[in-house]
C-alpha cells in the first residue's frame, strides 16, 4: 500500500494565487542491494552471497556499457542511456568537449514494468495529517 501525503505547492505562474495540495507519495523505506539479494535468493536455489556477486557485476558492467555509448536495455525492467548537456557554440568547430557541462543517466521503463505499476495494481491510503 501506497501512503499519500498532501503537500501545498504555489503556482509559479501565479505567485499570489493560494497554494493547492497535491499528493506526494510516502517514501515507506529503502531498499538495498544486500536485501535485493536476499529476496532473490528465497525466491531461488542460488545463495544470496552469488546474487549479490551477480547484481554487483550487473551493474558494473552497465557502467561500462554506457561509458562505450551503448544504450543498456534489461528486458522486462527497462533502458538505460545517457546524454549531456552543453553549452551552444556558434559553429560546429567551436562546439569542444569545454561545452559539455554534465552528463545524465536516463532510465525508460519497460512496458511490462510499467504496467505491473499502474492505477489499478496499487492502492493507496492518504496521510490525513
Known sequence: MLIINKVARPNPQDTSADNKFYAQIKASG????????????NQSTVREGDCYAVILSLIHNIID??????TVKLDKLGTFKLSVRSEGATTKSELTQTNIKSLHV????????????????????????
Open 65 to 70: 556499457e554506457l561509458k562505450q555509448g551503448r
Open 30 to 41: 529503502k531498499t538495498d542491494l544486500e536485501r535485493l539479494a536476499f529476496l532473490v535468493s
Open 106 to 129: 536516463h532510465f525508460l521503463p519497460d512496458k511490462r514494468l510499467k504496467n505491473n505499476l499502474n492505477l489499478g495494481t496499487v492502492t493507496f491510503a492518504i496521510n490525513q495529517s
